[in-house]
């Protein structure tokens, strides 16, 4: 992720104090200007500052006294600066002065006191929509595998559709970053590093040792293992965004395993992913804990990305999927048919499901792949010429 130069506009000396400390704590952003007045004109001495500065991210802190003069700044910081992105901060308990802000054309707005990780998701949101929108070279998508509730099958979804993708496109990546890291027993591999190895040498990381740390299963799917103790020490938040900027120039589909982790880190990896699955069985406890779980994802700004996978599905009399969306809060995206012994057996031998071909649960997640992918352009292009040669 490239640093991003940051103006900061604070009447109040001590929150820009605060605001710099927290922007340059970052590691991925810098102050690269600070001022103590609102600009009032596009002529006003302070814009041609803010300008010779040239942010990627101009951060205006509104006073709770005068949020008069702060909105006035915002909108000419957005007409005036083409390519700059406006965050505004201030206290959340004003609904109004959230929305003036954004109409003024604020593009986030961050609560006052702000955290390192608040600036941190704001500023990865920027650079993941930046490279959305330049399209420079090909990056990566992640889907990112979550469960409801411990043991309503993360890892079972997380490896097979990993498989699914890696047989349909290759250069494939499995990250395993649940509490204990289960996906090496279901494809029986034995791994000699794991995530901890990797975010431990990022400061030298290249693709040679990126690679050296993924254990490779026969079919091509890397991975990069998870935690064998559950008190391994984790990653920083910063440590993440490198690790996922890496991941995505390296490899066209990084499927994740979340499972039941839920903490900055994966709120983290839910804003970087293309798609969350949320995996939920039909039960009350499984759709309640849905619920809370993308409520929880869902207020770090994900909430559009997430998408509900019915595990163990079969038909319940007098209960719709519909009912099922509505208990959840999210849309359905794929249901998975309720086969305990081919699972389970699976899981037991290390030899996923995706691996016996032909069969309606190996369809099951095969389909699910396709559906992920169908608006990608080569994925369509292929489509194409395999429709042309018939
Ligand atoms: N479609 C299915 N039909 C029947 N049983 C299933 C199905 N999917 C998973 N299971 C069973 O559920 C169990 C839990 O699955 P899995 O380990 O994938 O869940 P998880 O959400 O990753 O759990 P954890 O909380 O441990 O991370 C498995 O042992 C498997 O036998
Ligand atoms: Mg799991």
Known sequence: MPELSVVIVATDNEQRTVLQVLVDGTSVARTAHTCASFPVAAADPIMRRVQAANPDVVMVDIPPDNSALAMRAIELLHQELDECAVFAIGTLNQPQLIVNAMRAGAREFIERPTTTTDLLEAFVRLTTAQRRVQKEGPR??????????????????AVNLALALQSAHGNTVLIDLAPLGHSALHLNLKPLFNLADATRNLHRMDSSLLESFMTRHPGGLQLLAGSNTPTAIEPSTTEFVRLFDMLVSHYRYVVVDNSSRLDPASRLVANLSECVLLVACTDVASLWSAARVQQYLGESGSRERLRLVLNRFRKVPGFSETDAENAAGVKLLWRVPNQYFAISSAIDRGSPVM???????????????HELTRNDVDVKRTAWSLFKTV
């Open 355 to 369: 691996e016996q071909s032909h069969t309606e649960i190996a369809r099951c997640f095969s389909g699910l792949a």
């Open 140 to 157: 990566g998508k992640v889907f990112t595998v979550v469960n409801a509730k411990g043991g309503s099958g993360a890892t079972t979804v």
